[in-house]
């Protein structure tokens, strides 16, 4: 089964500055048919979670432009440009390429 | 309007059963993987299974395997999971989630193993 692997668990940012998540699988995320599933979500306190980015580097409508996916293969990462108070939460990765399909341990995002 | 809405949670002895359901609504069900993802209190998102869009496939995680079955009924736009032999650990909000893409989530609903 892969294994997802996030860093840093814990990331307290200054309003306005960027903010970067890291994720790794234990083996590629590149399915037979092209795609690479890699997901990520954003769960507010008290809330269910919600997609971000799809496919690696696609976001979802709605979603802010200064949140971006990026990476290959393995390795994957989250960007924020630019954190605002509204980001805070915890993100997860998730790779749904391989059955079973398996999160990341989320990072949490917090305001220094 | 996409919209999954689970049911079925509650407070059950270890070693007993429960059934959870989820309702789809506002998009063609039988075109969709659906997958069942938890969440124990305070802890990370799991994913627990998940089902081919015409019942033939079905995937667990290594913890609810031989535990734990899904199924689906197309017709009726929803899909189940009989979970048995509930433990404490499987204490959690169970989300009901569509397709590869894990991109519609509903409320959730919660299950509580407990004597």
């Given at each position: 089964d892969v294994v997802m692997t ?18 790794r699988s234990s083996q590629s995320l ?7 599933y890699l ?35 393995t ?19 998730m790779q749904s390429t391989h059955w079973p399909g398996a999160f990341g ?8 | ?46 994913w ?68």
């Open positions: 996030q860093s840093p668990p814990s990331l307290p940012v200054t309003l306005g500055q960027p903010a970067s998540i890291s994720c590149v399915h037979s048919d092209g795609n690479t997901n990520w979500f954003q769960q507010r306190p008290g809330q269910s979670p919600r997609r971000l980015i799809y496919k690696v580097s696609n976001r979802d409508s709605g979603v802010p432009d200064r949140f971006s996916g990026s990476g290959s293969g390795d994957f990462t989250l960007k924020i440009s630019r954190v605002e108070a509204e980001d805070v939460g915890v993100y997860y990765c341990q989320g990072t949490k995002v917090e305001i220094k | 309007e996409v919209q999954l809405v689970e049911s079925g949670g509650g407070l059950v002895q270890p070693g007993g059963s429960l059934r959870l359901s989820c309702a789809a609504s506002g998009f063609t069900f039988s075109n969709y993987w659906m997958t069942w993802v938890r969440q124990a209190p305070g802890k990370g998102l799991e627990v299974a998940n089902i081919k869009p015409d019942g033939s496939e079905k995937y667990y995680v290594d913890s609810v395997k031989g535990r734990f079955t899904m199924s689906r009924d197309n017709a009726k736009k929803s899909m189940y999971m009989q979970m048995n032999s509930l433990r404490a650990e499987d204490t959690a909000v169970y989300y009901c989630v569509r397709g590869r893409g894990v991109d519609v989530w509903g409320q959730g609903t919660t299950v509580t193993v407990s004597s």
